[in-house]
């Protein structure tokens, strides 16, 4: 069976179910709890989730931050009615112009997102975007996938891309942040995911795949096993390890 496409009902859906049950984003969550631990935020702010599909990271946030107000963008309709549904502060946007004032932001946040906008630099646009609405001295919070093995070219109809940690660390830079935090993560489990995409490989002719992971039926001892392999590398990261290989990056950046 074909995995859904970014930008489709079925993508959200299922990206909704994951967010609620799989191991990794619990364990990417306890990854990013970490990084924004280590940023020291300020008691109130204002964070921007840029790209925030179902709006469950929004209320992930503002659950740990309970004096923070978070608002979120998306450029999918089917993402903004499911943000809209969960009673979140979103609007349909794109990354590449954001609808805020300069300086208005003490929070950015963008989940998976860069990987697939326009491959003719609309990463980099939306890294200059993000760093024009951030307030001096505000913080940054970027994951997106990891080149890993096999090694995946660039898909120009899906628009999709995979990143070296030097590209996205100079790309960063280049938007006028200072790198904080910058690793691949996700490196001993995502071994096992090499089997998947070699599947996937041979039974499609393009690079872009779509939304592989299956969620679970239910949590289990062995997906509570898995997140803790996860938080242990984000441990890891927030001592100063850069993992030599895994299957996305995490990056925390200061403007």
């Given at each position: 069976?074909?995995?859904?496409r970014?930008?489709?009902p079925?993508?959200?859906?299922?990206?909704?179910?994951?967010?609620?049950?799989s191991?990794?984003?619990?364990?990417m969550?306890?990854?990013?709890?970490?990084?924004?631990?280590?940023?020291?935020?300020?008691?109130?702010g204002?964070?921007?989730?840029?790209?925030c599909?179902?709006?469950?990271?929004?209320?992930?946030?503002?659950?740990?931050?309970?004096s923070?107000?978070a608002?979120?963008?998306?450029?999918?309709?089917?993402a903004?009615?499911?943000?809209?549904?969960?009673?979140?502060?979103?609007?349909?946007?794109?990354a590449?112009?954001?609808?805020?004032?300069?300086?208005?932001?003490d929070?950015?946040?963008?989940?998976?997102?860069?990987?697939h906008?326009p491959l003719?630099?609309g990463?980099?646009q939306?890294?200059?975007?993000?760093?024009?609405?951030?307030?001096?001295?505000?913080?940054?919070?970027v994951?997106?996938?990891?080149?890993?093995?096999?090694?995946?070219?660039?898909?120009?109809?899906?628009?999709f891309?995979k990143?070296?940690?030097?590209?996205?660390?100079?790309?960063?830079?280049?938007?006028?942040?200072?790198?904080?935090?910058?690793s691949?993560?996700?490196?001993?489990?995502?071994?096992?995911e090499?089997?998947?995409?070699?599947?996937?490989?041979r039974s499609?002719?393009?690079?872009?795949?779509?939304?592989?992971?299956?969620?679970?039926?239910?949590?289990?001892?062995?997906?509570?096993?898995?997140?803790?392999?996860?938080r242990?590398?984000?441990?890891?990261?927030?001592?100063?390890?850069?993992?030599?290989?895994?299957?996305?990056?995490?990056a925390?950046?200061?403007?």
């Amino acid at each position: 069976m074909t995995a859904p496409r970014i930008f489709t009902p079925e993508y959200y859906e299922r990206m909704s179910r994951l967010e609620d049950l799989s191991w990794w984003n619990a364990g990417m969550r306890d990854v990013a709890a970490m990084l924004l631990q280590q940023a020291r935020l300020p008691r109130t702010g204002l964070m921007l989730d840029v790209g925030c599909g179902s709006g469950q990271t929004m209320a992930w946030f503002t659950q740990r931050y309970s004096s923070w107000r978070a608002i979120g963008l998306d450029v999918a309709w089917e993402a903004v009615a499911a943000a809209h549904r969960a009673q979140s502060c979103v609007c349909r946007a794109s990354a590449l112009a954001l609808p805020l004032p300069d300086h208005s932001v003490d929070l950015a946040m963008t989940l998976d997102v860069v990987q697939h906008l326009p491959l003719s630099g609309g990463d980099r646009q939306a890294l200059a975007e993000l760093r024009r609405v951030l307030k001096p001295g505000g913080y940054v919070l970027v994951r997106t996938n990891a080149q890993a093995f096999p090694r995946t070219g660039d898909d120009l109809v899906h628009s999709f891309h995979k990143y070296e940690p030097s590209e996205l660390r100079a790309k960063l830079q280049s938007a006028g942040f200072t790198v904080l935090r910058l690793s691949r993560v996700n490196a001993v489990l995502g071994l096992a995911e090499i089997p998947r995409e070699v599947r996937a490989r041979r039974s499609e002719s393009f690079e872009y795949h779509g939304l592989l992971a299956k969620p679970p039926s239910k949590r289990s001892r062995l997906s509570w096993l898995k997140r803790t392999c996860l938080r242990f590398e984000g441990r890891l990261v927030c001592s100063g390890w850069q993992l030599p290989f895994g299957r996305a990056i995490v990056a925390l950046g200061r403007g």
